[in-house]
Antibody, heavy 119, light 110 residues
Framework: QVQLQESDPGLVKPSETLSLTCTVS????????WSWIRQPPGKGLEWVGY???????NCNPSLKSRVTMSVDTSKNQFSLRLTSVTAADTAVYYC?????????????WGQGTLVTVSS | QTVVTQEPSFSVSPGGTVTLTCGLS?????????PSWYQQTPGQAPRTLIY???IRSSGVPDRFSGSILGNKAALTITGAQADDESDYYC??????????FGGGTKLTVL
């Protein structure tokens, strides 16, 4: 079973850039696609974006202008950058595998990391 | 803007059956959206229950089942147990690497 682990940026200041990395173990990042999902405190889950190992990406239209995603196959990692953050970006951020067996769903999840945007 | 709708809350008696639904603000949910369902308890990462409408994820008991009911996707829990008390989220795949989550249903077992 593939396992995912998010990095822990902790506190990010308003207007700065949030950077997260997800490390995949127990499987290859290649030939798979990966997503970021977030959950503000006390609220529901929101899909942020997706990256395929060949570096094609897509993201939530509401975040499109601020999101950049990348993949490093040599390290079995993929990353998220979210620019110009505000308090509304405070959330637990999860990484997840997006496709399994050809089906588009999230079959493996990281434990999540809380990112707080505050000065 | 696509909105995926779920009941905000639902309650079921222990041993009872409950059906949670997942709809679209505009249009009908079909198998083409590959609906999936996730269970989340406070402080935990979501757990995958159902994918592609009705396929149970590994280790999920068969009292959880998925279907299309009318114009919505549905998650049915048969013989509800106390530890089924959780938040349940449906997700629809819009194609081209885009997913949309529903707002979630808080299920109470009492």
């Amino acid at each position: 079973q593939v396992q995912l682990q998010e990095s822990d940026p902790g506190l990010v200041k308003p207007s700065e850039t949030l950077s997260l990395t997800c490390t995949v173990s127990g499987g290859s990042i290649s030939s798979n696609s990966w997503s970021w999902i977030r959950q503000p405190p006390g609220k529901g889950l929101e899909w942020v974006g997706y990256i395929y190992y060949n570096r094609s990406t897509n993201c939530n239209p509401s975040l499109k202008s601020r999101v950049t995603m990348s993949v490093d196959t040599s390290k079995n990692q993929f990353s998220l950058r979210l620019t110009s953050v505000t308090a509304a970006d405070t959330a637990v951020y999860y990484c997840a595998r997006s496709f399994s067996g050809g089906f588009p769903y999230f079959d493996s999840w990281g434990q999540g990391t809380l990112v707080t945007v505050s000065s | 803007q696509t909105v995926v709708t779920q009941e905000p809350s639902f309650s079921v008696s222990p041993g009872g059956t409950v059906t949670l639904t997942c709809g679209l603000s505009s249009g009908s949910v079909s198998t083409s959206y590959y609906p999936s369902w996730y269970q989340q308890t406070p402080g935990q990462a979501p757990r995958t229950l159902i994918y592609s409408t009705n396929i149970r994820s590994s280790g999920v008991p068969d009292r959880f089942s998925g279907s299309i009911l009318g114009n919505k996707a549905a998650l049915t829990i048969t013989g509800a147990q106390a530890d089924d008390e959780s938040d349940y989220y449906c997700v629809l795949y819009m194609g081209s690497g885009i997913w949309v989550f529903g707002g979630g249903t808080k299920l109470t077992v009492l």
